[in-house]
């Protein structure tokens, strides 16, 4: 099925439906809660209600995107649904918690970007060309259609951002930016949503930055390097789950590296471990070989080891694939 069918059915499912729960992934990014937001805005211009539910609070730095403090947590959501809308996640595991306030036989559309996506849903939108969910959800207000204000569009914008690195990114296109130049014909204003999502560090960032930046290393050929947030950093820092995004860069941005790995150590004995790659290493695959996925620069997956077995089992992984 080509995108545009798959997005006509999209927007005919949304037609005929309403009261719609819609979530993203856990431990939302800018892509997530941008898109997931945008759909809020075209469901309710369409004159429908919506849920929004997430299972973690909305990271400080993305609660001024319009409509984000209509966001619920499972725990204060009391009933079910049977028509949700999906966005920015590629399995049905990734939506962690809140999946379970979906009905068992919930009609379910899935709008993503990425390669990993299992199709999980009734009505499925996947275009892994897009470089970000926020690209396909603009697709899917034109096909509806419904006005794209100020307020959906710093929405999308958002996502558009964070998701290319501030359109640095390989998967920043032609479209990437003729879609953001619309944005902004459309009332954006660039310059706070960056200061907001990129330049502003908070003071426990910084403290949890130096003590990450401590673990440094890297491997014989220079090629891998990889830093480690143990627990104890966000406790003696004061820093949240949500300060350690962006850390896998330094490792990533080394001279001479090509994949950037950063292994956190989450409660529950269990390791989220983030890849990043330059130019050749598909970190997608690797991450889908531990049970996660992502894209092919940019991926995770969340282990059942130590620290240092995690650190071990993901490092000679990385070796076999970058020195076959
Ligand atoms: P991050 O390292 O910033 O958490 O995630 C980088 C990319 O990989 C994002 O696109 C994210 O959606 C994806 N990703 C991270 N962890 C997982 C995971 O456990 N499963 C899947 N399928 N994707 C993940
Ligand atoms: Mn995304």
Same mark, same amino acid.
């Not at 941008?34 to 469901?43: K, N, Q, T, W």
């Not at 310059?191 to 440094?216: C, G, K, M």
């Not at 406790?235 to 590296?257: F, K, Q, W």
């Given at each position: 099925?080509?995108?545009?069918?798959?997005?006509?059915?999209?927007?005919?499912?949304?037609?005929?439906?309403?009261?719609?729960?819609?979530?993203?992934?856990?431990?939302?990014?800018?892509?997530?809660?941008?898109?997931?937001?945008?759909?809020?805005?075209?469901?309710?211009?369409?004159?429908?209600?919506?849920?929004?539910?997430?299972? =973690?609070?909305?990271?400080?730095?993305?609660?001024?995107? *319009?409509? @984000? +403090? !209509?966001?619920?947590?499972?725990?204060?959501?009391? %009933?079910?649904?049977?028509?949700?809308?999906?966005?920015?996640?590629?399995?049905?595991?990734?939506?962690?918690?809140?999946?379970?306030?979906?009905?068992?036989?919930?009609?379910?559309?899935n709008v993503d970007?990425?390669?990993?996506?299992?199709?999980?849903?009734?009505?499925?939108?996947?275009?892994?060309?897009?470089?970000?969910?926020?690209?396909?959800?603009?697709?899917?207000?034109?096909?509806?259609?419904?006005?794209?204000?100020?307020?959906?569009?710093?929405?999308?914008?958002?996502?558009?951002?964070?998701?290319?690195?501030?359109?640095?990114?390989?998967?920043?296109?032609?479209?990437?930016?003729?879609?953001?130049? =619309?944005?902004?014909?459309?009332?954006?204003?660039?310059? *706070?949503? @960056? +200061? !907001?999502?990129?330049?502003?560090?908070?003071?426990? %960032?910084?403290?949890?930055?130096?003590?990450?930046?401590?673990?440094?290393e890297r491997d014989?050929?220079?090629?891998?390097?990889?830093?480690?947030?143990?627990?104890?950093?966000?406790?003696?820092?004061?820093?949240?789950?949500?300060?350690?995004?962006?850390?896998?860069?330094?490792?990533?941005?080394?001279?001479?590296?090509?994949?950037?790995?950063?292994?956190?150590?989450?409660?529950?004995?269990?390791?989220?471990?983030?890849?990043?790659?330059?130019?050749?290493?598909?970190?997608?695959?690797?991450?889908?070989?531990?049970?996660?996925?992502?894209?092919?620069?940019?991926?995770?997956?969340?282990?059942?080891?130590?620290? =240092?077995?995690?650190?071990?089992?993901?490092?000679?992984?990385?070796?076999?694939?970058?020195?076959?």
């Open positions: 099925m080509s995108i545009e069918e798959m997005l006509k059915d999209a927007a005919d499912y949304i037609r005929a439906h309403d009261d719609f729960l819609i979530l993203t992934h856990v431990n939302p990014d800018g892509d997530a809660l941008g898109s997931s937001l945008a759909a809020a805005h075209i469901v309710g211009q369409l004159g429908k209600t919506f849920t929004l539910v997430s299972d =973690e609070p909305i990271p400080e730095k993305f609660r001024f995107l *319009p409509l @984000a +403090d !209509r966001f619920r947590q499972p725990g204060d959501v009391q %009933r079910e649904f049977s028509h949700v809308l999906t966005f920015d996640c590629a399995d049905r595991k990734r939506l962690g918690e809140s999946g379970a306030l979906a009905t068992g036989n919930a009609t379910i559309l970007h990425h390669a990993t996506n299992d199709h999980f849903g009734t009505y499925n939108v996947v275009d892994t060309k897009a470089a970000a969910t926020c690209e396909v959800v603009y697709r899917l207000a034109r096909v509806l259609p419904v006005e794209i204000g100020k307020e959906m569009a710093t929405c999308l914008y958002t996502g558009l951002l964070t998701d290319t690195g501030g359109f640095r990114y390989s998967n920043t296109t032609p479209e990437t930016h003729r879609l953001a130049a =619309e944005l902004l014909s459309r009332g954006v204003e660039p310059y *706070p949503i @960056a +200061d !907001r999502v990129f330049e502003t560090i908070t003071w426990p %960032r910084l403290l949890l930055t130096r003590e990450v930046l401590s673990t440094i014989d050929s220079g090629r891998i390097a990889w830093l480690c947030v143990p627990l104890e950093f966000l406790h003696r820092t004061g820093a949240s789950e949500e300060d350690v995004e962006g850390l896998v860069n330094y490792a990533r941005n080394i001279d001479g590296v090509e994949v950037g790995i950063l292994f956190r150590e989450v409660p529950g004995g269990k390791v989220k471990v983030s890849f990043r790659s330059k130019y050749v290493v598909d970190v997608g695959q690797i991450a889908l070989a531990f049970g996660g996925g992502g894209h092919a620069r940019a991926s995770g997956c969340t282990v059942e080891w130590t620290l =240092e077995e995690s650190k071990r089992q993901v490092i000679s992984k990385v070796k076999e694939v970058l020195v076959p």
